[in-house]
């Protein structure tokens, strides 16, 4: 199946809010479910969940970081932004025609 | 506090075999379901396969790339994941990742979201 579809970088400056979109089509993002998940990975690390049923934050994820969707994109904000935000991230979705969830191809991003 | 190690990656030819593990440690590890999944070249992620709690009876899922192939398999009793992986094509070369699955859909036993993730090892299918 193909990924969902993420703008390859997006940067800001320290305290300032960004927004990752994360775009896919009715059959996952789109879908009835709100079964997005969005996760942080820094160079050399594993990544990290920091979204899941598109709103919810998992215990010790920073207030900053926040999900929403509308239609079939889905989006990431984070607010305050922090050096240690700089990171990849990714979001990944149920999709109707398989058993596996599919990921987006990453985000990088900078923080100025 | 949670922990997955991973080990059993390495150089390996086309159509070459090779068993991953996974040890978890610092939570109930019969209680949850578990899953590989694998970044590869361009750190694309990819969700590998999934597999439910029980190790007797247990709901096992694919990608359509790997299906046939790859084979998951857990021991609760040793708190242990396996992926044995045959066939193996170079387009498998991946750093490989154990995570545990926080979230299944209400149908279809789908992993929705990984809470936990191990260090990866790197599968790498090279002549």
């Known amino acids: 199946q193909s990924a969902l579809t993420q703008p390859a970088s997006v940067s800001g400056s320290p305290g300032q809010s960004i927004t990752i979109s994360c775009t896919g089509s009715?059959?996952?993002?789109?879908?009835?479910?709100?079964?997005v998940s969005w996760y942080q990975q820094h160079p050399g690390k594993a990544p990290k969940l920091v979204i899941y049923d598109v709103t919810n934050r998992p215990s010790g994820v920073s207030n900053r970081f926040s999900g929403s969707k509308s239609g079939n994109t889905a989006s990431l904000t984070i607010s305050g932004l922090l050096p240690e935000d700089e990171a990849d991230y990714y979001c990944?979705?149920?999709?109707?025609?398989?058993?596996?969830?599919?990921f987006g191809g990453g985000t990088k991003v900078t923080v100025l | 506090q949670v922990q997955l190690v991973e080990s059993g990656g390495g150089l390996v030819k086309p159509g070459g075999s090779l068993r991953l593990s996974c040890v978890a440690s610092g939570f109930t590890f019969s209680e949850y379901y578990m899953s590989w999944i694998r970044q590869g070249p361009g750190n694309r992620l990819e969700w590998v396969s999934s597999?439910?709690?029980?190790?007797?009876?247990?709901?096992?899922n694919y990608a359509d790339s790997v299906r046939g192939r790859f084979t998951i398999s857990r021991d609760n009793a040793k708190n242990s994941l396996y992926l044995q992986m045959n066939g193996l094509r170079v387009e498998d070369t991946a750093v490989y990742y154990c995570?545990?699955?926080?979230?299944?859909?209400?149908?279809?036993?789908?992993?929705?979201?990984?809470?936990?993730w191990g260090q990866g090892t790197l599968v790498t299918v090279s002549s």
């Open positions: 009715s059959s996952d993002v789109g879908s009835y479910n709100n079964y």
């Open positions: 995570a545990r699955v926080t979230r299944i859909a209400a149908t279809g036993n789908v992993p929705l979201a990984a809470d936990n």
């Open positions: 990944s979705s149920y999709i109707i025609t398989s058993t596996l969830g599919v």
């Open positions: 597999m439910s709690t029980s190790s007797y009876s247990p709901h096992t």
